[in-house]
């Protein structure tokens, strides 16, 4: 199993939905998780961190499942601006140790 | 935004020639790490720098190596270029090594497009 899965999508959605997509992650010494958002040709940039059962910045949620070691990301009144490449990354202890997940991409539609 | 970039953007060169690339922050960040992405594959660690003239390689090494002299510039040099290390390299730097989430959080650069013909 990897360290890390995510559906590589696209997920096509119109503006105004919500959506939400999921990472798997194996390592369950996983203690907290990284969300980065990836615009095409771009570099990625952190979107929200996650060191406990959640976190919730305005259209964003996202809720960690330890029991079945899976982290959810919902977008909620998706806009055209969130699409991009949406990365997980579970933290196990130093930076030289994230393991990154190939990404799942979202494309909101007029 | 952070002040990292790297350099140069982009490049095309030619198998068996040597290629670096550099990138420079103005955080005063103490560690500092090289990333190549591909299709697939997602972020790869190559290489990562704990302090000047401390680094240690990542996760696929083979073919790179790395020099920090000072505490703003780590370089990546690939001796001698193959068409398999055509890829997309990204710097990161981080404020700090210590077992705390919020201090391991990465700032990227804007990224280096290599192609190797």
């Known amino acids: 199993r990897k360290e890390v899965e995510q559906d590589p999508g696209p997920f096509n959605v119109p503006e105004g939905a919500t959506v939400a997509f999921n990472c798997t992650y194996s390592?369950?010494?996983?203690?907290?998780f990284f969300w980065y958002r990836q615009d095409c040709r771009k570099e990625p940039k952190l979107l929200m961190s996650?060191?406990?059962s959640g976190n919730e910045d305005g259209r964003f949620t996202a809720q960690l499942n330890r029991a079945s070691q899976y982290i959810s990301l919902l977008i909620r009144d998706s806009k055209l601006s969130d699409s991009a490449t949406y990365l997980c990354?579970?933290?196990?202890?130093?930076?030289?140790?994230?393991?990154f997940g190939t990404g799942t991409q979202l494309k909101v539609e007029l | 935004d952070a002040g990292i970039t790297q350099s140069p953007r982009h490049k095309v060169t030619e198998t068996g020639t040597p290629v670096t690339l550099r990138c420079h922050q103005t955080?005063?960040?103490?560690?500092m790490y090289w990333y190549r992405q591909d299709p697939g594959h997602g972020l790869r660690l190559i290489h990562y720098?704990?302090?000047?003239?401390?680094?240690d390689k990542g996760e696929v090494s083979d073919g790179y190596s790395v020099s920090r002299s000072k505490t703003e510039d780590f370089l990546l040099t690939l001796e001698s270029a193959t068409s398999s290390q055509t890829s997309v390299y990204f710097c990161?730097?981080?404020?700090?090594?210590?077992?705390?989430?919020?201090?391991?959080?990465?700032?990227f650069g804007a990224g280096s497009r290599l192609t190797v013909l």
């Open positions: 990161a730097i981080s404020e700090s090594g210590v077992e705390d989430p919020g201090a391991n959080v990465l700032t």
């Open positions: 390592n369950s010494a996983s203690q907290s």
């Open positions: 996650v060191y406990s």
């Open positions: 990354v579970p933290y196990t202890g130093g930076g030289n140790k994230l393991t």
């Open positions: 955080e005063n960040h103490r560690y």
């Open positions: 720098s704990y302090g000047v003239k401390d680094t």
